[in-house]
Nanobody, 128 residues
C-alpha cells in the first residue's frame, strides 16, 4: 500500500518559518519525482516546489511566488521529502500536499495532474 504522509503544518505568524515533511512508504520512491502543492480555500491547487534528477544531477523547481523563501529537499535514502518555508506570508495559508510522480521528467515537475500518488495534506496557517 502506497502512502505519503505529511507533517509539520501549523499556525505561525507572518515572517515565521515552518518545515514540512513527507514520509513515503509502501514502495521505493527513489526513482520518483516528488513535489509539494497547495490549495487555499476557494482557489485551485497550485504548484509549490518539486525535486527530481537527471544524469546523476538533482534538479529542483520552485514557484515564483515562493522562490527565495521556500526550499525543497530530499533525504539521501529518498524516503522523505521536505519543504523548508521561511518568511511566511498570510497568502501562504493553504493545505499543503505532498505528491510523487513515476515520470521523473524535469519538464513536467510542476504539472500536478501527472502525479500518481498524493498525501492527505497538512494545514499551514499564517496570521498577519
Amino acid at each position: 500500500q502506497v502512502q505519503l504522509v505529511e507533517s509539520g503544518g501549523g499556525l505561525v505568524q507572518a515572517g515565521g518559518s515552518l518545515r514540512l515533511s513527507c514520509a513515503a512508504s509502501g514502495r521505493t520512491f527513489s526513482s520518483y519525482a516528488m513535489g509539494w502543492f497547495r490549495q487555499a480555500p476557494g482557489k485551485e491547487r497550485e504548484f509549490v516546489a518539486a525535486i527530481s534528477w537527471s544524469g546523476g544531477n538533482i534538479y529542483t523547481r520552485h514557484a515564483d511566488s515562493v522562490k527565495g523563501r521556500f526550499t525543497i529537499s530530499r533525504d539521501n535514502a529518498r524516503t522523505a521529502v521536505y519543504l523548508e518555508m521561511n518568511s511566511l506570508k498570510p497568502e501562504d495559508t493553504a493545505v499543503y500536499y505532498c505528491a510523487a510522480k513515476r515520470d521523473y521528467s524535469i519538464a513536467t515537475m510542476a504539472e500536478g495532474d501527472l502525479y500518481d500518488y498524493w498525501g492527505q495534506g497538512t494545514q499551514v496557517t499564517v496570521s498577519s
